[in-house]
C-alpha cells in the first residue's frame, strides 16, 4: 500500500489531513496473484453479480475499490458506466493509487461506489473508519461484498423464456478468524455476526437497501448502502 504524497482536497476545496497514528498498509498479495487458477468459474459469476449491483443502483459515476483482475470494471464499462478505480497496487494499473481509508477525492465524488472482498483485508477496528470515508466519497450507494464462507450445496432453476434461478443453501463455519497474510476477519466467523456488521453500517450513516448471496455463490455476502 502507498501513503498519499500530495494533499486530500475535499468539499470547497479544504484539504483534508490524514490522522498522525495512521500507518500506511502494506501490500498483501502482488499482481501476478490473480494470474492462473485465480479466475475459477464461481469467482467469474461474482464478477458479474457485483457489475450489475452497482448498475442496478441507477447511478452513472461509479469508483471500483480494489480492482484485482479488472474484470468488473471491464463489465460495468461495457453497461455504460463511468469507472474509475482505486488500488494500492500501482502493477494493476488503477486510475488512483491511494488508500481507501483517506481517498484523495471530494466529497460525493460518485454516485456509486464497489468495493468488494477488500475490508477484511484491514483489522476489524479500522472498519467502522473505513465506512465513515467510504460514506463521505459516495453519493449515493456503496456496495460492500465480505467473504462469507459456507459448506453447502447449490439449487439451479431453469424455466424457458425466464433467467435461471439459482439458490445456495449451506451451514456457517463456526470458527474464530485467525489472520493468514489475507483476511483479519470475515463474515459470519466467530465474533462478527452480520448484526455487528449491520449495526456499525448504520451507524456510518448508511441505509441498508438490500443483502443477500449471489447464486452460485457459497462464499460472497453483498450488502446495498445508501447514503443517509
Known sequence: MSSM??????????????PAAKKPAALQVHADHYLGDYLNLP?????????KAVRDC??????EIG?????????????????????????LSP????????????????DTILIAEVLEHLPFNQFAASL?????????????????????????INVPLLEPIFLSMGFRQYSKPRFDGQHYWELDRLGYPK???????????????????PGLSLYNYFFVLRRG
Open 132 to 156: 465513515a470515508e467510504l460514506r463521505r466519497v459516495c453519493r449515493r450507494n456503496v456496495i460492500v461484498t465480505l467473504p462469507c464462507p459456507l459448506v453447502g450445496f447449490h439449487v439451479g
Open 95 to 110: 486510475t488512483c493509487i491511494g488508500d481507501l481509508r483517506a481517498m484523495p477525492f471530494a466529497d460525493g465524488s460518485f
Open 58 to 63: 441507477g447511478g452513472r459515476s461509479v469508483l
Open 43 to 51: 469467482r467469474m459469476m461474482t464478477y458479474w453479480y457485483q457489475a
Open 67 to 91: 480492482i484485482g483482475m479488472g474484470l468488473t470494471s471491464w463489465i460495468m464499462t461495457r453497461w455504460g458506466l463511468e469507472v474509475s478505480t482505486l488500488d494500492l497496487d500501482a502493477e
Open 195 to 213: 448484526r455487528r456488521i449491520r449495526k456499525e453500517m448504520r451507524a456510518a450513516g448508511f441505509e441498508i437497501e438490500r443483502e443477500f448471496r
Open 5 to 18: 504524497s500530495a494533499p486530500l482536497i475535499g468539499a470547497e476545496g479544504r484539504a483534508i489531513s490524514e
